[in-house]
């Protein structure tokens, strides 16, 4: 067992330090905490190499700190004079599944895992000491759970829209037989998302659109989103909802939409940005970058947000908001590697073909 004490000198002298009267419980709780620490370390080697996410890193790291400055409240040196890695009869148990993972990404949930049963019996053991933060352990065990969600949500954004650069969002103001001609060939085209945004029809219309987006585009690897109704997403067959600051939250639309589907959330800043990656979001929109022809905006988060964006997470991120085949270069520069439009495929005279041309723009990085 590595150790995890803190370091004498950074020791503060204004921390209350609880002499635990029961060794054993002193032992137990030393055991946890380095346990729990090892398996953020872990996750936090995972979330900074492998994820690539700056804003994960820092969570776990963040939390890793939190739970150092909670153990410093059990006198190092008792700790230390009660190690005994070799009379302990737990060391040389270790079960077939822990000598072998499949992938890195097991390897992350195993050891969050691990930090998290380490949390529950600090948590419960610190109770039979007076005073101890109990507490505390309880929420870093909460936050983990929290940067679980986070982390599965990445990893099923950024799987099933690997290759996804270009979504395509579509109204429902023409007929159903054009709208799913239209939605067909932009499969063919091989645009990776396309939405239903529509905002005039009633529901009855409006999942007659969702049905024909999903049966035009199912011979196809393009994904269907249905925009601010994850009801409708899911009687639909989409394959995931898009929701804004205002509508419903990502926790309510994935009691709607179930464990599978996508669910995109539009960000505005840097604040929301890092709150959609919290709650779950398996990507995101990042706008108004440029003024719309779709849509109307007061301000403009523009370029600078797009930058911030390309060193603050690794979830599939779209930049959206204006953006055609000439100010594309300009996005791209950012950092930024997926864009959304409407107008600059929908009010094309070939829509497919635009779609092409932008598809070829995105592919040069
Ligand atoms: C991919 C994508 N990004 C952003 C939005 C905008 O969503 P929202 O802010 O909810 O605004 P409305 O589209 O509902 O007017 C989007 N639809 N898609
Ligand atoms: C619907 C919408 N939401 C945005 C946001 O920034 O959240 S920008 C936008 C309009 C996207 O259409 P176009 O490519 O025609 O500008
Ligand atoms: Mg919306």
């Known amino acids: 067992m590595s150790a995890e004490l803190p370091n004498p000198s950074d020791a503060s002298d204004s921390k209350p330090l609880f002499s635990v009267a029961d060794p054993r419980v002193l032992r137990t709780l030393d055991a946890s905490l380095n346990r729990a620490a090892e398996g953020l370390r872990v996750v936090e080697d995972y979330a900074r190499f492998i994820r690539d996410d700056a804003l994960l890193t ?13 153990g410093r409240v059990f006198p190092w040196q008792d700790r230390l004079a009660l190690r005994e890695t070799a009379s302990d009869v737990g060391v040389s148990i270790s079960t077939l599944s822990e000598t072998c993972r499949a992938s890195a ?50 990893q099923r954004g950024s799987d099933r829209l690997a290759s996804a650069r270009l979504y395509v969002i579509l109204d429902g103001s023409g007929s159903l037989a ?66 804004g600051q205002e509508e419903l939250s990502v926790h309510d639309a994935r009691a709607i939409v179930g464990p599978q589907r996508l669910i995109g959330v539009s960000t505005h800043n840097v604040e929301q940005l890092k709150q959609a990656v919290k709650s779950g979001a398996d990507y995101v929109g990042l706008g108004p970058t440029f003024p719309s022809k779709t849509k109307r905006f007061e301000s403009f988060a523009g370029l600078d947000f797009l930058r911030e964006a390309a060193v603050t997470t690794s979830l599939p991120a779209y930049a959206i908001g204006g953006i055609t085949e000439e100010n594309l270069a300009d996005v791209l520069a950012t950092g930024a590697q997926r864009i959304a439009v409407s107008a600059a495929v929908t009010g094309s005279a070939e829509p497919a073909e635009a779609a092409r041309r932008l598809l070829k723009q995105l592919a040069v990085r």
């Open 58 to 70: 820092e969570q776990l790291k963040r939390l890793r700190h939190g739970l150092a400055e909670l």
């Open 105 to 154: 990404e097991e390897v992350c949930i195993a050891s969050l895992e691990r930090s998290q049963q380490a949390l529950r019996s600090l948590e419960e053991f610190a109770k039979t000491v007076d005073g101890a933060p109990s507490a505390g352990f309880e929420r870093l065990r909460y936050e983990t759970y929290q940067i679980a969600k986070a982390i599965a949500a990445g």
């Open 178 to 243: 054009d709208f799913s001609a239209l939605v067909t060939s932009l499969c063919q085209a091989g645009v990776g998302v396309v939405q239903l945004r529509e905002k005039g029809l009633c529901d009855r219309a409006l999942v007659c659109f969702a049905r024909a987006m999903v049966t035009a585009a199912a011979d196809f690897p393009t994904l269907t989103i249905v925009n601010d109704r994850p009801d409708l997403a899911v009687l639909a067959g989409a394959d995931g909802v898009h929701v």
